[in-house]
Every structure is written in structure tokens, then in C-alpha cells.
């Protein structure tokens, strides 16, 4: 039996679902939200939808796969039609934290070329200022400690990420740093200024792309859909 908060992350994600058509190019997002969109996705498609995607990990890849959803890359591709993705932090303007699964990059690489991005989550990760949850920063293996310093200088106490006692490295190859910032006034600003860092790939700050943010819940009736004000 599902739990709560997988019954919410399996019905934001179906719901995104429908604002899928036919013919579609998809940015298929990372996480244990997206996870669903993937699944709901291979119904979809056995029962004759026309879509390929373009996934932002190699876990989705792996999912996509499973689930029998075709696949795609930018060497096909211009644009996508849409994107949907999950993630750890929403403010009210709809910046976002992400990188919890250390995807960030990539994913950040797919939204960027969506005309549409929604983003599928539970009422938790809603959040009135980002900063919570600590910043992910990809950054070059190479003297990760002299850019976690610089970072340091930006007020965030840096950690490296570590998985199974040995340092976590991304699906391309560098290194993340979680970046307790306690709160981000200005996450625009933040991300500029973290961007100049030698040593720093991207952050998971997604300042202004998200255009439309799926809560997900236990009842159909109780599920949000909130458009941006543009
Ligand atoms: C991975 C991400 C995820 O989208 C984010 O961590 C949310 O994941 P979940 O749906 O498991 O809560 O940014 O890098």
C-alpha cells in the first residue's frame, strides 16, 4: 500500500499527465515524484500516445526505459514542448531548490529548453523563502575544497555530499556541494554571484522558469494547479 505522501507525489505527477499531447517532445525530470510521471507515461503510451522524451538523469533513463517510454536526444531535438520535473524548494515567485538527487545540471539543461515547465510536488516543499533545505552546487572535482571556501565567503557552510561513506559524484562526473545557507533573501542575486565562482558548474537555484506548479493530494478535489501571474 502507498503511503500519504506517495498517493500526493502520484497524483501531482498523473495530473501533469493530461497537459501531455500528442506528438509531444517532453523533459522527463528526476526524483521519486517523477518516478510516477514516467509510469503513467508508459500506460499512456501502450495505449497509442506518440511522445519521446528527453530524460535529466540516468535513473529516469533507466525508468523511461522500463516503462517502455521512447527516448530522445538534443541531437533530434531543438525544443521541448513541455518539461516536468519535481522539486525540493518552491517560493511564492515559483524559484525553485533542486538537486536533492543530485541531478541538477542536466536537469537545469532540459527545463531551460521547454516552452512550458511544470513542476510536480507535495505541499512540503512549498516555503515562503528558499534556503531551508541546503542549496545543491555542482562543482569540478578538481580543488572542491578551494570553491567550497569561496562559497564559504558567500555565508553558506558547505558539505560535501557523500553516499555509501565515499564522495557522491553526479551523472557527470563532478562533485555536489550542499550548501546550508539557512535562507536565501535573493536567490537571483545568490545564483549570479555563485555562477562566477571558478570551480562552480551550476547551482540548483531555477530562477524564473517554472511556469505552472502541481500540489499533489489525497482527493482529486483537493489537488492544486497554480499558474504563474506573467
Ligand atoms: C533531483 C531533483 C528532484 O527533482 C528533487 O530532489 C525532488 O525530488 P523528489 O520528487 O524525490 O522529492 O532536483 O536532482
Redesign the pocket.
Known amino acids: 500500500m502507498l503511503s500519504s505522501n506517495d498517493l500526493r ?1 502520484k497524483a501531482a505527477a498523473e495530473k501533469a499527465a493530461e497537459f501531455i499531447q500528442d506528438g509531444m517532445t517532453i523533459g522527463l ?6 518516478y510516477w510521471l514516467l509510469k503513467r507515461l508508459g500506460e499512456l503510451v501502450e495505449q497509442g500516445l506518440q511522445i519521446k522524451g528527453i530524460p535529466s ?1 540516468r535513473r529516469t533513463e533507466g525508468w523511461a526505459r522500463d516503462f517502455k517510454v521512447p527516448l530522445t536526444d538534443f541531437s533530434q531535438v531543438q525544443s521541448l514542448d513541455i518539461a516536468i ?4 524548494e518552491i517560493d511564492p515567485d515559483f524559484h525553485l531548490t ?7 545540471v542536466r ?1 537545469k539543461i532540459v527545463d531551460a529548453r521547454a516552452k512550458q515547465l511544470i513542476i510536480i ?1 507535495d505541499e512540503s ?1 512549498m516555503v515562503q523563502t528558499l534556503g531551508k533545505f541546503p542549496l ?1 552546487i555542482e562543482v569540478v572535482p578538481f580543488g572542491w575544497e578551494a570553491t567550497a571556501q569561496r562559497i564559504a565567503e558567500l555565508g553558506a557552510t558547505p558539505e560535501i555530499r557523500k553516499k555509501d561513506g565515499d564522495i557522491f559524484v553526479s551523472d557527470n562526473g563532478n562533485y555536489i556541494l550542499d550548501c546550508h545557507f539557512q535562507t536565501i533573501a535573493n536567490p537571483a542575486e545568490l545564483h549570479n554571484q555563485l555562477k562566477l565562482l571558478v570551480g562552480v558548474v551550476e547551482t ?1 537555484l531555477f530562477i524564473d522558469m517554472t511556469d505552472t506548479v502541481i500540489i499533489g493530494a489525497e482527493t482529486a478535489e483537493e489537488i492544486k494547479v497554480i499558474h504563474k501571474n506573467k
Open positions: 507525489k525530470g528526476s526524483g521519486s515524484t517523477v538523469s520535473d519535481g522539486a525540493d533542486k538537486g536533492g538527487g543530485g541531478s541538477l536537469e510536488a516543499k545543491p540548483g
